[in-house]
């Protein structure tokens, strides 16, 4: 072949490799050089992940050349706003380059706590707004007297003797509605003046208490208020297996619209569609006379962002995105109010809301809407609600049947009961000595088939509590008496009640229900639990611990919510059981 020949042909090669092998060089055009790592509030995380798409798929050129890739996750701001001032040792995750936390509040708390993880400006630009209000059913609300009457915070959140009307609400040390929620009632307390000495009178203190001691609060890491929003939507779909004693929720104004609009997951399609679904009851959103919190949702750039210029350019931009009209409109279609407080239409049209809550009123004739406190004081408030809390009184029921003597894992030659006794040892240093705590063992010999270790009573050091955790003792001759020990343990916590303690039984189990003597059944346990006196709540919190116990987790589901506590948590090794041991500790004693 002549040299004159080869070169069309060459020519030719290579117009078919560019024609041909366009699409390609297309698909493999490389990925954006700069990673932005986002955390987000958990109320909002599904639609910042969604919207982190959409910045993704528009490849926007950075003010210095390239484009980002945005990586968003989800966590409660207390949660990480704790793991920022820790320097995010020990936690999973990458971490953040911007915070998108629910309130501004979080990062003054962090740059009190921490100063070098907080960034230097103390403004932010707001992505959104929502106030925090109590959401109640209709009619119960009706039955109260809305729309027509207003109502204070102690108004709402009092206990009513001889009513069942309990009010749930997240942990103020890690979420955000629940914080905002105690410092407006220390506002209510001293009248609009928060200051480290108001906090100290007894007047105050006596107030707070008092509006403390119906509040029944969800903050534990499985059971945050989103699932108790879920399962109250269950109950109001008849699809519920929990029959939960809440009367209202304390939380963001913007999750009663996803509520009202069977959206919980804040499904991006379905919030562009605008067609939505109704739940049978709504909920309508009492805002206390005597002032709440406006959360601001700010876009905190954080200092690891500012140490790479690249990296602070994708922050900007992502800002801007998220800022920008569309963004904005979905926000709002979310339930979300606008950095000036206006609510959207797709709100206003479900639910009944003022449409601007930058309106500020004296409580009677508009939102009051108070100021954040400083940190300090935001701190002096935390520390003085622990003084007030209600004490603990918990009976720990545990499985001493066969199978707990098996190891806890696979690879292990720990066994699950020695797994459960760490876990319950270790659970118990979240306690204050003077909350009272008992120890039953339940198995399958005698009658009744188990053994109360120690009586309910005060911890003190705990030594006597661990001396009696050493007794559990596993044997293959030992079934699984699950259903008459719950019953027997919640009639004794509901017999020794004691007002001003929190009182709740939590039970760990790595079987199912096998013991037939008494032919007690699951539908028994369930009515009885339900029929108890409402007027000495006793919450079941249940353990499912190992592979063998799944087969058991939908009876455990029924027993936990026919008594309010929500789902029962999942512990399928040694590490888990310790977790969720401690979280439910935690749980049971923040009232």
Known sequence: MS?????????????LLVVLGGYKLIEKDPACAVTLHVTSSTEKDELVASLAKDYNAARRELRGGGCARVEAAGETSGRTKSALAEHWKGHKGSRPDVWLPSSSMWVDLLRQEEPDEAPA????????QSPVVVAVPRDLAAGLGWPAKRFSWAQLLEPRPGRSFYVGREDPRTSTSGLASTIAAYYAATSGELDAAKLEEPAVQAYVRRVEANVVQRGFVQDDIMNLLRDQLGIDQGQASTDAPISAIVLQEQLIHLYNTMNLEADPQRLRSGVHESPNQPLVPIYPTDGTMMLDHPYVVLPSAEEDGAVRDAADDFRAFLRADPARKLFLAAGFRDADGRAGQA??????VPANARQVGDGRTGLLIRDSPDAATIQAVLA????LKKRAQLLMVMDESGTMDRPAASGTEVTRGRAAQDAAANSVQLLDPRDRVGLWFFHSLGNPPRTEKLPVTELGDDDGFRVALRDLKPTKDKDTALYVSVRDAHRRMVRDYRPDSINAVIVLTDGVNDYDKSRYSLDQLVRDLKASDRTRPVRVYCIAFGETAAGGKAALDRISGATGAGRARDALDPAAVEKVFGDIVRDATKG
Not at 347 to 352: H, I, K
Not at 384 to 387: A, C, H, I, Q, V
């Open 3 to 15: 040299r004159r020949t080869m070169i069309p042909i060459a020519a030719v090669a290579i117009l």
């Open 121 to 128: 400006t103390t403004r932010w630009a707001s992505i959104a």
């Open 347 to 352: 709100m206003t049209a479900v639910t009944p």
């Open 384 to 387: 003085n609600r622990e003084g």
